[in-house]
């Protein structure tokens, strides 16, 4: 179960790899200013989030006009997620949640991750939804145990069209 609507975000500070270079990015630099929308996703280099992270790209400046900055967060180490970026285009600022802490304060990791292949991973990313306003609080919340379901972005927008 996500955090609930109401509660304060939990901070953070994590990773990003930028063109010139690695750089710290922290959730409550953003308070006071604007929204944030956080994207947990289970992993780069999967359709699913490719699809995601591809189409929320395409859209940063509906995102933008409404004061909203917006997240992507895995566990996969920054220099991958860089990679993927490239790869696939994506423009949305990626970041590494590489010992899941922050998906665990967020309350959406999975216990086993595709346990139908028996690989052990504990800890992923679910993929997830949060915003967050400006003045730190959570103001949607939507997490989804099958990774192949897309948060519901009709919904999202029409949050942050309300916390503009």
Not at 58 to 86: H, K, T
Not at 149 to 154: E, M, R, S
């Amino acid at each position: 179960m996500p955090l609930a609507v109401g509660t304060n975000a939990p901070d953070f500070t994590l990773s990003t790899k930028t063109a010139d270079g690695p750089k710290q990015i922290k959730l409550s630099d953003n308070f006071g200013k604007r929204n944030a929308l956080l994207l947990f996703f289970p992993m780069a280099f999967t359709g699913t989030c490719t699809t995601e992270m591809c189409s929320v790209g395409n859209g940063l400046r509906e995102y933008d006009q409404m004061n909203c900055q917006v997240y992507g967060i895995s566990g996969d180490n920054p220099f991958a997620q860089e990679a993927w970026a490239q790869k696939e285009k994506i423009g949305v600022t990626l970041l590494s949640d590489y010992e899941h802490k922050v998906a665990k304060a967020y309350d959406v990791v999975y216990d086993s991750f595709l346990p139908q292949l028996n690989l052990g991973m504990s800890g992923v990313a679910k993929r997830a939804a949060f915003v967050i306003d400006k003045n730190g609080v959570i103001q949607y919340a939507e997490s989804n145990d099958d990774a192949k379901q897309l948060p519901n972005f009709d919904k999202i927008k029409a949050k942050l069209a309300e916390l503009k």
